[in-house]
């Protein structure tokens, strides 16, 4: 409007990040589809999570400093979203049995049928969550130590001695597995 004092930096007026954030999703959708469904093992699961990722990213971004890291935050948000499903399913574990009926407790949980049915996915599953994020997204995303580091807002040697500590980890599990 006229007469209004003009801002310091152009900054776009609300709603303008739309088509951004749609470029954003067609360009990085199934990538970040595929590293959800890595750490919940489940595809459905893994698609609500980055639905739901690219929702906060479309609300949030006039809160981002810098525009160009909008996948480094659907990144980051898709991890948080994995994080809140792992932890429901950790309730749902705990409390669970206490109240289904008998005829719901037949039904196989997904996540333990991921757990079964690959020994790479077992291994990884007995990893700490911040090792199992680091080598999914070093080795399936594909990231660099830079772009993991600033994903998980973590020193690029933190990111380096976690990868380290998590293979040396993983290797140990596929070898007990292996013997037995």
Not at 118 to 147: C, F, N
């Amino acid at each position: 409007m006229a007469g209004e004092p003009a801002q310091a930096g152009p900054r776009p007026m609300r709603g303008d990040h739309t088509a951004t954030v749609q470029d954003l999703f067609r360009e990085h959708w199934l990538e970040l589809v595929r590293l959800a469904a890595v750490m919940v093992g489940d595809v459905a699961t893994a698609e609500d999570v980055v639905q739901d990722a690219f929702e906060r990213l479309h609300r949030s971004w006039h809160r981002l400093r810098e525009p160009a890291s909008g996948l480094a935050y659907a990144r980051s948000s898709v991890l948080n979203g994995c994080r809140s499903v792992h932890r429901r399913t950790a309730v749902a574990r705990k409390y669970g049995p206490q109240l289904a009926t008998s005829a719901n407790s037949t039904s196989p949980d997904p996540a333990v049928a991921a757990d079964n049915s690959d020994e790479v996915v077992a291994a990884l599953r007995l990893l700490t969550r911040r090792q199992r994020e680091v080598i999914v997204l070093r080795y399936y995303a594909d990231l660099d130590i830079a772009e993991i580091s600033g994903t998980l807002r973590l020193t690029q040697g933190a990111v380096r001695a976690t990868i380290s500590r998590a293979l040396t980890a993983m290797a140990r599990a596929l070898e007990e597995d292996s013997d037995d």
